[in-house]
């Protein structure tokens, strides 16, 4: 008796599969078994009839607007809309040449009679750029009322079965699909009793629904004629847009994007095709920003004293300061004990002159009579009076002028006017020369250190700074090598001391796809991905497994083929697309 | 027993599933062949003379006996529409009036088998003087 059940849920199992699979297969079964055309894609519903297609020079999307249709003319290789060219739309033998669309790029409009035509249009379409000429071919199916298509396909019961009904095939897989369900269940059941009947009929009737609901779906991807058929014309009046705003970007179940052309170029998103590159090997450090030993000064006092502003004011931070320039000066501080002591000194050094003076005077007088050598000797007296009064005289009033030792901007000021300042034990101000700096780096293996040819920086904010290696110590720091790197034309707005990210090339070369930095974004779960054009309005996230070549671009290791169309300007925005 | 429901499930899932690839882009003539809706299309440009061949999906040869295509030929900048007539076998020929010199010639042929709507199909040709 234990056996029983089970043995039920494995029919029952393979009854739904049956069901669910059998409208699968049907429509495949149904294509002749010949595979033509591309792959399957995932169909979107678009909102309007639009037909897209691409040659190796153009991308082009055809959207049917009330009575015209409306072209987007991209290049194929950079999704670049295409400007001043001259498209031809053919269709039945009629050539209609579309007139460039004022104040957008690579639109343009025409209006003919057949776009109003329900069925299938076989289009080609010539275009005749500046520096290509080419001809593409697609299909455009206008549905049978000139009404746009609902936006969200009816998929309720009576969609399904207003379609299960125009659609011969269709009833017929329904009602084998609804036989199945019920005999299946009656054999399961063994004893039918009215009411396991009933519960049969009732699973038969699930499965049909779901059976149709799956008819429905697959539809979509044929048959719009046949369900605009069962549209009451009028309902879906949506206000038209000049260049069809009701579409709008979204994620598709597959968690690929369908974009619209509207929408590509409003984000102006921009590919580049993959082409696969040799990149030197790289290796990522930590860095910052110093100043030059040669391109960096301090102003400090050499005696203790008070802080006066120099011609212009003391220096602010920030201000740019010329060699030599006069940043402030210091009046010395002089205590009690020593001023009076210099100024005892100074009077007997006086009192000593007048002697001295008075007796060259009487000796000069007496020349002649005095040996000459008593007159030298007064004279070299008086003049060592002389210059030690004037050695002692200034002390008191003499000040000392700071000079900037180099031309650079102050970064630091730590003085006020008026401030007493001790000598040699305070930095003053701090200079550095913003077009000397350098990049200090660390590195913990040997090996990276020795074989670092050239390096890339990264700041915070982005900025690229291009590095040549000065060299290493040889005496480690915290375990680390630091490295010294002189910044290439130093860009403005570096400041000493901020943090950079260094992508220094080692030798070796590695093989990949060489991408923009801004390609790589990250996927919700913080994987990094890029988008790869997939087709004309549809975009696909590709994982990829990354190495920084420098620090604007990175190579792509694993994850994206050659020839494959990547989004480069606009990803991280594509990205945002929910 | 779970994993048997799921196989069971699975395997009649996988069925219609499976693709079938198309054979080789280049023709048995030696000019490009692609996809022109259920048939298969070669076209062969010989000096002015423009063929092209209509195989089925299997590359069998159809008869075109009273079928008619137009071919819309892209060259030198310019471009030029030609009637293909049937030419015996599987054949449609015109006559086009290119110049001397292509770099790449791209044509777009509308084909119309009797009784069928016209389907389309795009080659794109190296050099003239296949």
Redesign the interface.
Known sequence: MRRGPIHRRLLAAAAIAASLAAPVALPALAHEGHGHGDAPKPVVATAMPTMETASPDFELVAVVQGKSLVVYLDRFATNEPVTGATVEVSAGGEAVTASPVSGEEGVYRLDAAWVSKPGPHELTVSVTAADAADLLIGTLEIPATAQPAEPEDGSGVSAILGQVRHDPGLMLGAVMVFLLGVLTTVALTRRGRARTVAGAALIGLGLLLAGGAAFAHGGEDHSHGDEAKDRTPGAAAMPMAVTGAAESPRRLPDGSLYVPKTSQRLLSVRTMVAKTQQAAQTVQLIGQVVADPNGGGHVQATQSGRIEPGEQGLPYVGQRVEAGQILATITPAVNVVDRSGIQQQIAMVEQELVIAESRVQRLRKLEGSVPQRDIEEAEANLNGLRKRRAALSPTLTTREALRAPIAGVVTANNVKAGQVIEARDQVLFEIVDPSRLMVEAVAFDPRVANAIKAATATTADGTSLSLELLGSSLALRQQAIPLLFRIGNPPSGLGVGQPVRLVAQVQGTASGIVLPRHSVVRSAGGQPIVWQHESPQRFVARPVRTQPVDGGTVLVLAGIEPEARIVTDGAGLLNQVR | ?KV??LL??AT??A???T????GAKTGTHGGPRT?A??YHAELVLQGNDVVLYVT???DKPVDVTGAKAEA?I?AN?Q?QKVALEPAGANALKGKASLGEIHDSV???T?LTMPGQ??????F?LGHAGH
């Open positions: 027993m048997s429901t069971v499930a009649l899932f069925a219609p599933a693709a079938f690839a198309d996809d809706g259920p089925d999906g299997a819309t892209l900048r471009t791209k044509v777009v509308a709507k016209p389907v389309q199909a795009r794109e």
